[in-house]
Nanobody, 119 residues
Framework: QVQLVESGGGLVQAGGSLRLSCAAS????????MGWFRQAPGKEREFLAV????????YYANSVKGRFTISRDIAKSTVDLQMSSLKPEDTAVYYC????????????WGQGTQVTVSS
């Protein structure tokens, strides 16, 4: 049973930083990519960043490029999202997700962690 558990959310002032972590368990993820998404109230879910589990290749949405960094620790089976220069519009519930490298849809999702950025 695949389980993704996010942690690290909270309240931060604008301009500050926060590090989210996603603990992944239940299978070997070598054939998977891990993504971070967010959803703000009344808005659609937004893709933020993705990393390939094996090679560590990354890709970012333009909205967060240069401010957010995705990384993974294979030994700890975690995927982190380091967020800096946070803005009030970054306020959302943040989710990690997993899909097969050759797949299209994300099959597994965490429960989400709330990030609130105050102005």
């Amino acid at each position: 049973q695949v389980q993704l558990v996010e942690s690290g959310g909270g309240l931060v002032q604008a301009g500050g930083s926060l590090r989210l972590s996603c603990a992944a368990s239940g299978r070997t993820f070598s054939s998977y990519v891990m993504g971070w998404f967010r959803q703000a109230p009344g808005k659609e879910r937004e893709f933020l960043a993705v990393i390939t589990w094996s090679a560590g290749n990354t890709y970012y949405a333009n909205s967060v490029k240069g401010r957010f960094t995705i990384s993974r620790d294979i030994a700890k089976s975690t995927v982190d999202l380091q967020m800096s220069s946070l803005k009030p519009e970054d306020t959302a519930v943040y989710y990690c997700a997993a899909r097969l490298v050759i797949g299209h849809d994300y099959n597994y999702w965490g429960q989400g962690t709330q990030v609130t950025v105050s102005s």
